[in-house]
């Protein structure tokens, strides 16, 4: 998305409010796509007819306000699923589990087939790697499987009569209507999440209009159709135009010498000497450009060095696990191997797999998590609530060791 998304559970102000002002990849929770039901809100009409007359003073074409504004309704479930986005901590293991999942690779490395052509064609024109692009469209729509398909006008409307980002988002909805005026799109067509970032790539809409581009030569910059090339290649253009530089890469795992003094790690200290100072890449050479070294897990957790590329991703989500998500998915489909570092525990002491241990054995013992994706989300909170309560220990909500190693005797 493009909209500077933090790590939500649940993806946005740097390019599209993706996941919606959350952390990249619904990795996270999935972006509804059935329809919200529209609810009777006077002092939304009277709002909605109060912009009709800014929007025609901003030089909309009447008829243009007129059929998009007719069809708008204030929507609750927008403004719940605003209140809603509380920021979850995710560890470096949980986002990669689900960035770089096996469905996920695999359904990238079929879509990077079927698509290989334009892909290498887009690469040509703005020098973004084909992988780069298709882990974008992974993350941001699971490969336009997850576009979603709420009104953008409803949503967009609502959420700047809420008031909480009032002035953003009625930008937002003077972008959409000029999108509808530009005739890029239908009105019917105009959909996208609750938060208004719309197409394969999740785009909102002024970063719509101002870096989408027509590839396909049809006469419309088309990021809504089930063809993805026009939402590729703007996502192409956009990075090209943030500075991407070809032929360099986004960055590279490394091992750090014994005794490393950490204190060098962080984004704002870039340098080009890490080779002398014991640094190594776990696949590979070190690449010839400057660096930052940064470790997302700790100083015993997995280390990157990440070079200009890196950050030409966080333009795309402004966090530092999605640009590491986009960066580690794409070396996947090019045929790369998984994180070699060692991952830590989360602040309960558990890693990923103990996670998952105890959602399994919570279905079994009768307390439903529904999955067992080692993610603790509203499901396993109840499920362990639940958990709890029969058992008569303190009702908590949250996993720990203890109650892992318990529900592994059976108590």
Request: include cysteine.
């Amino acid at each position: 998305m493009i909209v500077s998304r933090r790590v939500f559970v649940a993806g946005a102000a740097s390019l599209s409010l993706s996941a919606c002002m959350g952390g990249g990849i619904r990795a996270t929770t999935p972006r509804a796509t059935s329809p919200m039901r529209p609810q009777p809100n006077a002092a939304f009409d009277a709002w909605l007819n109060a912009y009709a007359g800014r929007a025609r003073s901003a030089g909309i074409a009447p008829q243009v306000v007129d059929r998009a504004l007719a069809g708008a309704g204030f929507l609750p479930d927008v403004i719940a699923r605003d209140r809603r986005q509380t920021e979850f901590t995710r560890t470096l293991e949980d986002y990669l589990a689900i960035a770089a999942s096996p469905e996920r690779i695999a359904g990238g490395r079929a879509a990077l087939a079927r698509h290989s052509a334009t892909l290498r064609a887009i690469e040509g024109r703005y020098g973004v790697p084909a992988e780069v692009l298709t882990a974008i469209w992974g993350l941001e729509s699971r490969y336009g499987t997850e576009k979603g398909d709420i009104p953008a006008v409803s949503a967009l409307a609502t959420l700047a009569f809420d008031g909480r980002r009032g002035e953003f988002f009625e930008s937002q909805l003077t972008a959409a209507l000029r999108i509808l005026e530009r005739g890029d799109t239908t009105y019917a067509n105009l959909r996208g999440s609750w938060a208004g970032a719309m197409g394969h790539t999740q785009f909102i809409p002024t970063t719509y209009q101002a870096y989408a581009v027509d590839f396909t030569g049809d006469g419309r910059r088309d990021i809504w159709a089930d063809d993805p090339t026009d939402a590729l290649a703007s996502a192409a253009n956009y990075l090209s135009r943030m500075g991407w530089q070809t032929g360099q890469p986004w960055g590279q795992e490394v091992r750090l010498p014994d005794g490393f003094n950490t204190g060098l790690a962080g984004r704002g200290a870039t340098r080009g000497d890490w080779a002398a100072l014991g640094v190594r890449a776990v696949s590979g050479t070190l690449a010839n450009a400057p660096a930052s070294l940064i470790l997302p897990d700790g100083p015993r957790g997995p280390a990157f060095l990440v070079y200009r590329n890196f950050s030409v991703i966080l333009r795309y989500n402004n966090s530092e696990l999605y640009g590491i998500g986009i960066g580690h998915l794409s070396d996947r489909l090019r045929g790369g191997g998984p994180i070699q570092g060692d991952f830590q525990p989360d602040a309960n002491g558990l890693r990923l797999g103990d996670r998952q241990e105890l959602q399994r054995l919570l279905t079994r013992a009768g307390f439903d998590t529904q999955g067992a994706d080692g993610v603790i989300g509203p499901n396993s909170e109840a499920a362990i609530r639940a958990y709890q309560r029969a058992r008569g220990m303190p009702v908590t909500g949250q996993p720990s060791r203890a109650l892992l190693e318990g529900l592994r005797r059976g108590a």
